[in-house]
């Protein structure tokens, strides 16, 4: 496989969506309207820039004007919006935010020559495994080069985490090994928050060698064709769900116009019923042992007879050591923590028990003991006269 930063992200994320997506080369079933707002506002800057290489600047109602006739032209009923509470003309103007403030920032446009504009770049990491990316833009600035990227998350990355990104450093390598460019900046900005982060480093190897790692891993899933799903805070993005094993039967009932008998339905329903029924005997069979309990003692009896049962109810009394970091240090002094290695409190409550400890330890470890009432009850058969 030729691999891209996309692909990579998208098995991490779940290697089944890397199955449908390039394995098998399945069309997204959806498009969830983050995306699809993240395309357009990229359109509209790519057209900013590219008007600005031909000595044009573009004005801000030219450009929002572009963006929303290509929002009108592309959107379609695949299109679909993550949180309900949300419509997607809050999506539109979301984007037309981005672009303003980005437009009234950086306005007039000139802060470096642009040397490309959605530059597609393909190279090889190693000598097995080659790589492909789009870099939104390309500037030099005074001999220095920049890789620019724009985001339209509503997540806002930490120092460690810009730091560990491999995508703009995948493309730092790139011009690399396309134009022979050592020292390249990378800068993102994120538009939701109208900020930009700048990185660079001396080298991006440890990039090249972290991607490797990451495609080893997919190699290795595509050989043993290992792909489950993975269920995370990503899946109602996902575009695959209506055929994914951990919607599929949710879309499947959604279509249908009764539910009630449909057999998985019926099945999940009585489960979940039994599971509450014992619960709840869980809890009736709890109080029911502790009235037979206090039954047998408020009435000196060892068992209880009922019809078919006799409840034989055993009361014994253990001891248990609390604060075991504190026991064990008094034991190291005393040097007797090998003979209870793990601090086998059973074996040394046995001990404290039957005085087989030195009297000045039996002291030492009394304030840190308790003692507990254990009770069991046995069920009998009970035994019928001829």
Not at 269 to 285: Q, V
């Amino acid at each position: 496989m030729i691999y891209s930063y996309s692909a990579i992200s998208s098995f991490e994320a779940c290697p089944l969506k890397f199955k449908y997506a390039y394995i098998d080369k399945i069309e997204p079933l959806r498009r969830n309207i983050e995306a699809f707002m993240g395309n357009r506002v990229h359109e509209a800057l790519e057209k900013l820039y590219r008007d600005k290489l031909y000595e044009k600047v573009c004005s801000l109602e030219e450009l929002l004007n572009f963006y929303n006739e290509r929002w009108k032209k592309e959107m379609s009923e695949q299109i679909f919006v993550t949180k309900e509470e949300y419509r997607i003309e809050n999506y539109r103007k979301m984007g037309e935010r981005y672009l303003i403030d980005y437009y009234n920032t950086y306005k007039p446009f000139d802060e470096g020559r642009i040397i490309a504009l959605e530059k597609k770049v393909f190279f090889p990491l190693n000598e097995k495994y080659w790589i492909v990316g789009i870099i939104d833009r390309i500037v030099e600035k005074d001999g220095k080069y920049e890789v620019h990227d724009y985001k339209t998350s509503l997540y806002f990355p930490t120092k460690k985490e810009i730091e560990n990104d491999c995508q703009l450093q995948l493309y730092a390598l790139a011009l690399d090994y396309l134009y022979g460019i050592k020292e390249v900046e990378l800068v993102w900005h994120f538009l939701a928050f109208n900020k930009e982060i700048r990185l660079k480093k001396r080298s991006y190897e440890g990039a090249r060698m972290e991607l490797i790692k990451k495609i080893e891993k997919i190699e290795k899933a595509i050989k043993s064709n290992e792909f489950p799903p993975r269920e995370s805070s990503l899946c109602p993005y996902c575009e695959y769900q209506p055929i994914c094993p951990v919607f599929r039967h949710k879309y499947k009932l959604e279509e249908m116009e009764e539910i009630t008998e449909e057999e998985g339905f019926k099945l999940v329903n009585e489960y979940w019923n039994i599971l509450t029924k014992i619960e709840e005997l869980k809890i009736l069979k709890e109080e029911i042992k502790e009235k037979l309990i206090e039954y047998a003692k408020r009435n000196n009896l060892q068992c209880v007879y009922g019809s078919e049962k006799v409840a034989n109810i055993k009361i014994s009394k253990n001891l248990y050591f609390n604060k075991k970091l504190k026991i064990k240090e008094i034991l190291k002094k005393e040097g007797l923590y090998e003979k209870y290695t793990k601090l086998d409190t059973w074996k040394l409550a046995d001990d404290f028990r039957n005085n087989l400890l030195p009297k000045h330890l039996m002291e030492k470890l009394r304030e840190f003991i308790e003692e507990k009432e254990n009770t069991r009850i046995y069920l009998k058969n009970l035994e019928r006269e001829e």
